[in-house]
């Protein structure tokens, strides 16, 4: 078996302790649902790495042990969360987790914080003219069929 | 303790690191323009990344330390911008980079079978994700949401506290001398040296300690047998699983039937009810 010293144990450590941190600054700052979901799938990432080096270095297998169960946990999430996504979006029609913080204690006071308009910053125009097809101008408007389509579905 | 040198090269990778990110999380700064606060964010946490990387020993081989950076600055970037991309798409791919270099390194690491099942798992947690993001999100990014993160300043610092203060723990950590008091020569000396834990600090025959020490050295859950030899990947690993970790796995297999179940009463349309409507029958004949 390859040698596994501390420094190589050290190295692991400090990558894992890496993404487990830029998870949960994604998992905090993000409003967006779905990359909240990926950053908390990211600072699982972390831990497992943190634990397959613990495991290599004491030369037993239980740190690979416990990622397989942080693979199932992070399985059993991901259905989860995405289920909830999804109804979240059907109620508001948006991804936006600010818009659910009436889910909090009845007794606890809103966290006042700006909206979105006022933080968004602005985006970048198109590069180039917005290209358009270009029609020729119609003589007579044609007469509309007066059922909606739906119903002449016949 | 530390190296003066060390802990100036540490602070810089955090400020610049906290810095970086801050300016590029997506989010009004005033008047300047996105795209120039974006790539000042983007040098600044670069500069930290590779500061962070000499902090890295690179492994003996040449090959096996090629390989280490590439897949831990992969990791470290991608991390750090699936967490600042406007776009959900870009989250999402950046995300499975994170995936495909963390499995690399678990095959660095010795860990096959994880470095397969983590690409397979994530795989399609990521195509079911991308499915999500194509059917919901607004594309470009141009959702309002996607462009203004949630009280940047705060978030970036208690995240790059909590960074520090790991940072800071592992770099203090020095190897414990060998308690016979003999220098650890080779490195085979230090893989099994925490098998003598139990009797380097003396501890009595029935002291808790002890006892638990003492299963973490059980032979099944050894990396090698009793002369010595690496116990083949994945029969080790299928040995250690089935034996002392059963309930383990007989508790996962039921994790994920009820989080099928859950997700199932979770996702499935129900018709809403408006007064006026018959009260629905209670199903008493299954």
């Known amino acids: 078996m390859t040698p596994f010293p501390f420094e190589l144990l050290m190295n692991y450590l400090l990558v894992g302790a890496a993404l487990m941190a830029l998870g949960m600054l994604g998992f905090l700052s993000r409003r967006n649902l779905i990359v909240m979901f990926l950053s908390a799938e990211m600072m699982l990432q972390g831990t497992a790495l943190t634990l397959v080096g613990f495991g290599r270095y004491h030369g037993n297998w239980t740190g690979q042990i416990f990622t397989i169960v942080i693979l199932t946990v992070a399985a059993c999430e991901a259905s989860v969360a995405l289920a909830l996504i999804l109804i979240l979006f059907k109620r508001r029609s948006s991804l936006d987790v600010t818009l659910w913080n009436e889910l909090r204690e009845s007794t606890q006071a809103p966290f006042e914080e700006p909206t979105v308009e006022e933080e968004a910053e602005s985006v970048a125009p198109a590069l180039g003219p917005e290209s358009y097809p270009h029609l020729t101008r119609a003589g007579l408007e044609p007469a509309h069929p007066t059922s909606p389509w739906i119903e002449r579905r016949k | ?286």
């Open chain 2, 1 to 286: 303790m530390l190296e003066k040198r060390d802990l100036i090269l540490a602070i810089a990778v955090i400020v610049l690191g906290a810095t970086g990110t801050y300016l590029m999380l997506p989010h009004r700064h005033g008047s300047a323009k996105p795209r120039r606060v974006h790539l000042i964010g983007a040098v600044l946490a670069g500069l930290a990344l590779l500061l962070f990387a000499t902090f890295w020993r690179a492994p003996a081989s040449a090959i096996s330390s090629l390989f280490f950076y590439a897949f831990s600055l992969a990791a470290v970037a991608g991390g750090l911008l699936t967490i600042t991309s406007r776009n959900p798409i870009h989250s999402a791919l950046w995300f499975a980079s994170v995936v495909l270099s963390t499995s690399g390194l678990f095959l660095l690491a010795g860990a096959q079978f994880l470095a397969a099942g983590t690409v397979i798992v994530y795989a399609g947690a990521i195509i079911v994700t991308f499915l999500f993001v194509i059917m919901l999100a607004q594309m470009e990014g141009r959702a309002p949401y996607d462009r203004a993160a949630r009280a940047p300043g705060r978030a970036t610092f208690s995240c790059f506290l909590l960074f520090w203060a790991l940072f800071y723990a592992l770099l203090i950590v020095r190897v414990a001398p060998h308690p016979k008091g003999v220098a650890i020569d080779t490195d085979n000396e230090r893989l099994v040296r925490s098998g003598e834990i139990a009797s380097s600090y003396g501890l009595k025959a029935d002291h808790p300690a002890r006892l638990i020490s003492e299963l973490a050295r059980r032979d099944t859950l050894r990396m090698d047998d009793i002369s010595k030899r690496p116990k083949p990947h994945v029969a080790g690993l299928g040995e250690a699983l089935y034996t002392e970790h059963l309930i383990s796995v007989e508790l996962a297999g039921t994790l994920l039937f009820v989080a099928l179940i859950g997700a199932l009463a979770i996702a499935t349309p129900k018709l809403p009810i408006r007064p006026g409507d018959p009260r629905p029958q209670p199903l008493t004949k299954l």
